[in-house]
């Protein structure tokens, strides 16, 4: 399927999410609490079959956190974007795709580590590059007097 | 004939017993038997340490060429006191102690290893009558004590207080029982054929062709078996299980620094040295020269002239160079591989093989 | 870390935790794998990252596009030019700005030269943790010839930083065509030594054969990407799919194998190595005259919007990530560094089998540390 396909048979797998065509794929912003059945159709129905998680991107945005996943598919070979946000900067949270795609279990531990996206139901959700007494450093409002130089 | 005369040239049994009679005039027997003790501890030590130093040498010289390097070059013409300096270097290294580590065992551990393989040199035949103690069970002899070796590893392991150190050395326990078998059965092969297990007969039996050519297809046979399952005994070449750089960093002398590491370093190459040179004494003639049999009369007596020294010594590094050949050609095994094949195919061949050896034996048929 | 083994629940009885790493001869870098066996079995393997982490991206959110370039040669060291490749073709399309035909071909010729040099490495690293030194010394050997033409013409051996936005940093060197020649000649007279070494020693094939296996199904939902997801079959070589500089107009085959065992992640590696010279083949005598970088402005400021570009590196598909605002420096990048992927997989793989497998399996994923932790 190309773009402007799967933009329409995106839409009418929910209801919920507004998808757009973007400059390179075709970009549905979902709702977090329909991420998760959204990308079980995505990777069950027969004419799209995402199953190749290529990468969960952890983003600050300024307000609100979010998280992107790039979906391809190895047998049609098109690609997606998903996109998730919240602007809950306190205890951001997430379901986690872990249970269908196995490759998220690490991309979803790096996303915890580096901007403090919680994923619900992830099996091992633990710290993976620091350890618990940092703050989560890609975040826009992270501070390190010592080494981050502030022009 | 004068092939008797050319050996009694180099025929130490003469001196060694003009230096006994000596001293027995001298002093009284026990004074005498411990002072010829002390000559051929000291003589045996000075050697060890020469072979030793050497085998380090020779090693890394041969793994360089087989990988396209020079090797030690640079201190001393062709980087020949290289092992002089690191020696050097070693004794004065700190010997770092070990929290937690059962501190008498894991001293302990160093000096078994080196006396095992120390204890074995006494046995082996350089010439005639160049032995310390001629064993009417040589062959016995040197496979029980250089065998003790593996106890020094196993405390080695179990004291370092080292988990990586306690699997290296399961691992050479489980490895040197399974092929102390095949070593002693392929030994055996050779004793059948000899009909004694005192080195010095058996070599004196060579005189007249090697076993390994006299013995027909079972000695090569045995040859063969002897030379895979002794490198297995010894830790090397592609059974080098026991301290797997890559898997275990260092097995079970992972914590040992100094002195004491060069002391299982040593020992490594010592046993090395020790089951070549068995290999050369059973297998291929020990210090006697190249024969055949009456035809080749004018051949046998220019061969006799080399002193026997010599010979012993180039078919032990020959030995030597084929185990290091294939150290450095094979990749690792795995521990469940390699008792697959002691269990499953070394030994049962050698059991075969010794029982083909006692009938060609029984019915007169080798040389 | 006390707590942190009770919550995975790894300190049960008759279990023997081991620490593989941080400092470990097999495992290629700082990377802790944490064991627990049974006897000589790996029950659990569990990785713990971070020994060096150095925030690129983060870092990569302060500095400017040409800039970001000399951090990506710092994660993946042995694909050094494809990592700068990536970002430079991200930031071109971003602009959309035309490249010449002498650019792609050159970029694409260093691509492959990157590759055969890191699959001689992984060879001869492989071999070491089976524990055959001598492949080290034959597979550093080919290496340099490799290293010494990126020497000539980028000035650097292994951290090239060979691309820059529009182009290249400099033009080839005079020598380069011939060299690249001469390299060709000379390791095709060289890659059955590796093959005779290694691919045929039945202590290899015992060793390799069947074990560490990946189905086509694992390989795709845990992403394994690059040569070790082509040995399962997993169809993913970017270069085939979606072409970039001038795979388009090369022919060369995709490798694929169904087997997924360590061997066959070895020997599609092995492969790789003549379809790569087979690449250089066709374009080095082809590279057209002109100029070697296009005139860019001094600032690069891309335009806002969302950018992701893929391409192969030798360990698989290299994902970068850009938002930008519009401003000279990026919101975020994201490297989809294919090794943090792939090493997520080693757990599924190398349970149930012996440590020494563990390192052939560990060994076969091809892993450099600085690609995990960026």
Redesign the interface.
């Known amino acids: 399927m190309n773009k402007t396909e799967l933009v329409i048979f995106v839409k009418s797998l929910s209801q919920e999410c507004e998808v757009k065509e973007?400059?390179?794929?075709a970009e549905a912003t979902v709702p977090a609490s329909s991420l998760h059945s959204l990308a079980v159709q995505l990777r069950e129905k027969e004419v799209c079959s995402f199953?190749?998680?290529?990468?969960i991107?952890g983003?600050?945005?300024g307000q609100d956190l979010g998280a992107?996943y790039?979906l391809r598919s190895?047998k049609h070979?098109h690609m997606m974007?998903l996109k998730v946000r919240t602007n809950d900067r306190e205890n951001p949270h997430f379901d986690s795709v872990t249970d269908i795609?196995?490759?998220a279990?690490?991309?979803e531990r790096?996303v915890y580590d580096?901007l403090g996206i919680k994923f619900t139901n992830h099996p091992?959700l633990?710290r993976?590059?620091?350890d618990n007494s940092w703050g989560f450093?890609?975040r826009k409002d992270y501070v390190d007097d010592i080494n981050?130089?502030t022009k | 004939m004068n092939e008797g005369k050319v050996f009694s040239l180099y025929d130490f049994t003469a001196l060694t017993k003009w230096i006994d009679t000596g001293l027995h005039h001298a002093m009284s027997p026990f004074w005498a038997v411990i002072t010829e003790l002390l000559i051929i501890g000291v003589l045996i030590l000075i050697f060890y340490a020469l072979i030793g130093l050497f085998l380090v040498y020779a090693e890394r010289k041969v793994c360089a060429f087989m990988q396209n390097r020079l090797g030690p070059n640079r201190v001393g013409p062709f980087g020949l006191f290289q092992t002089i300096a690191d020696l050097l270097k070693l004794l004065f290294v700190e010997l770092v102690p070990i929290k937690n580590a059962d501190k008498f065992l894991f001293n302990l551990a160093p000096f078994i290893v080196i006396i095992a393989s120390f204890m074995a040199i006494a046995a082996i035949p350089f010439a005639k009558g160049l032995h310390a103690i001629d064993l009417n069970i040589g062959v016995f002899y040197v496979m029980a004590v250089s065998a003790m070796g593996v106890i020094g590893i196993l405390l080695a392991g179990w004291s370092s207080n080292n988990k990586y150190s306690l699997i290296g050395a399961m691992r050479s326990g489980a490895q040197i029982v399974s092929y102390e078998l095949s070593v002693g059965l392929a030994l055996i092969t050779v004793v059948i054929l000899a009909g004694s297990m005192q080195l010095s007969v058996i070599v004196e039996a060579q005189r007249d062709g090697w076993f390994i050519f006299k013995g027909h297809i079972p000695a090569f046979i045995a040859f063969i078996l002897f030379l895979i399952s002794s490198t297995a005994e010894t830790n090397r070449g592609p059974f080098d299980l026991a301290e797997a750089e890559s898997e275990l960093t260092a097995g079970y002398h992972t914590e040992y620094s100094g002195i004491k590491f060069a002391f299982f370093f040593l020992a490594e190459f010592m046993n090395m040295f020790i089951v070549a040179s068995i290999a050369a004494t059973v297998f291929l003639g020990g210090w006697m020269p190249l024969h055949f049999g009456a035809w080749a009369a004018g051949f046998n007596h220019v061969m006799d002239f080399i002193p026997p020294f010599i010979w012993y010594i180039v078919k032990t590094f020959f030995v030597i160079w084929l185990m290091m050949w294939f150290k450095w050609t094979f990749p690792r095994l795995r521990i469940d591989q390699l008792l697959t094949l002691e269990w499953k195919y070394l030994l049962p061949f050698n059991l075969v093989n010794v029982l083909v050896m006692a009938f060609i034996v029984l019915m007169g048929w080798h040389f | 870390m006390e707590e942190?083994v009770k919550?995975?629940g790894i300190n049960e009885q008759e279990e023997y935790i081991i620490n593989m790493g941080p400092q470990h001869p097999s495992t290629h870098g700082v990377l802790r794998l944490v064991l627990s066996l049974k006897g000589e079995v790996v029950k659990n393997v569990e990785p713990h990252?971070?020994y060096i982490?150095r925030?690129i991206?983060?870092m990569c959110e302060?500095i400017t596009y040409q800039q970001i370039i000399h951090l990506t040669d710092r994660m993946d060291y042995l694909s050094a030019h494809i990592n700068n490749e990536a970002v430079c073709l991200n930031v071109e399309k971003a602009l959309e700005v035309e490249i010449p035909d002498r650019i792609k071909i050159i970029r694409t010729i260093m691509s492959e030269l990157t590759r055969i040099q890191s699959h001689q490495l992984f060879w001869a690293s492989f071999g070491m943790d089976l524990g055959g030194l001598t492949c080290f010394f034959y597979g550093l050997r080919d290496r340099e010839k490799v290293l010494d033409i990126f020497e000539e013409t980028c000035g650097s051996r292994m951290i090239v930083s060979y691309n820059c936005p529009g182009g290249l940093m400099y033009d080839i060197h005079p020598n380069f065509q011939k060299r690249v020649k001469e390299f060709l000649k000379y390791f095709r007279k060289k890659l059955p030594e590796y093959d005779q070494l290694l691919t045929g020693n039945v202590i290899f094939r015992e060793r390799t054969v069947g074990i560490g296996k990946l189905s086509l199904e694992?390989a795709?939902?845990?992403?394994v990407t690059g040569p070790s997801g082509r040995a399962s079959g997993?169809?993913?070589d970017v270069r085939k799919?979606e072409p970039y500089s001038a795979y388009d107009r090369v022919r060369f085959n995709e490798i694929l194998f169904t087997e997924g065992d360590t061997f066959h992640r070895y020997f599609a590696r092995i492969q790789e190595m003549k379809e790569s010279m087979n690449i250089i083949d066709q374009l080095i005598d082809n590279i057209p005259e002109g100029p070697y970088a296009v005139k860019m402005k001094p600032v690069i400021k891309l335009p806002e919007?969302?950018?992701?570009q893929?391409v192969e590196t030798a360990r698989g598909?290299l994902?970068v990530?850009i938002?930008s605002d519009g401003n000279k420096n990026p919101?975020?990048v994201?490297f989809?560094s294919p090794n943090?992927?792939n090493?997520?997989?080693l757990n599924?793989i190398a349970r149930d089998f012996k440590i020494a497998d563990l390192v052939a399996i560990g060994g076969s994923l091809d892993m450099i540390i600085p690609d995990i932790?960026r």
């Open positions: 973007g400059r390179q794929f199953d190749f998680l290529v990468s991107t983003v600050d945005y992107v790039h190895t070979g974007v795609w196995k490759s279990d690490f991309l790096e580096l091992d633990r993976l590059f620091l450093p890609l981050i130089v | 942190e919550q995975t990252l971070g982490h925030g991206e983060k302060s694992d795709i939902s845990y992403g997993f169809s993913c799919h919007g969302e950018y992701f893929r598909e994902g990530y938002i919101v975020r994201k989809r943090f992927v090493l997520g997989v599924h932790d």
